[in-house]
């Protein structure tokens, strides 16, 4: 069974390039990684978040990019790809 499940993908995929896509394929990949960890992981921060949904829109604690117009446009092959 796959991390991130395929509807999920899309929604990751669109985090990564707005957060890090002037990061280039690596810094995609790693904003993708804190995010796969923070929906996986038991710590006080995150014991509620449990999807990519609520990762991504999590406040406070979430990301900055969510806000910005940049998030909202639909993800490239090459994003989903990454994700």
Same mark, same amino acid.
Do not use: H, W
């Given at each position: 069974?796959?991390?991130?499940?395929?509807?999920?993908?899309?929604l990751?995929a669109?985090?990564?390039r707005?957060?890090?896509?002037g990061?280039?394929?690596? !810094?995609?990949?790693?904003?993708?990684?804190? @995010?796969?960890?923070?929906? /996986? &992981?038991?710590?006080? =921060?995150?014991n509620?978040i449990?999807?990519?949904q609520?990762?991504?829109?999590?406040?406070? !604690?979430g990301?900055e990019?969510t806000?910005? @117009?940049?998030?909202?446009? /639909? &993800?490239?092959?090459? =994003?989903?790809?990454?994700?």
């Open positions: 069974m796959p991390v991130i499940a395929y509807t999920e993908e899309k990751l669109r985090l990564m707005s957060e890090a896509g990061e280039g394929p690596l !810094g995609m990949l790693m904003v993708g990684n804190v @995010g796969v960890n923070r929906t /996986r &992981a038991d710590c006080l =921060d995150f509620q449990r999807n990519l609520d990762m991504v829109f999590q406040s406070p !604690g990301f990019a806000q910005k @117009g940049y998030f909202c446009q /639909r &993800a490239r092959q090459v =994003d989903i790809d990454l994700a």
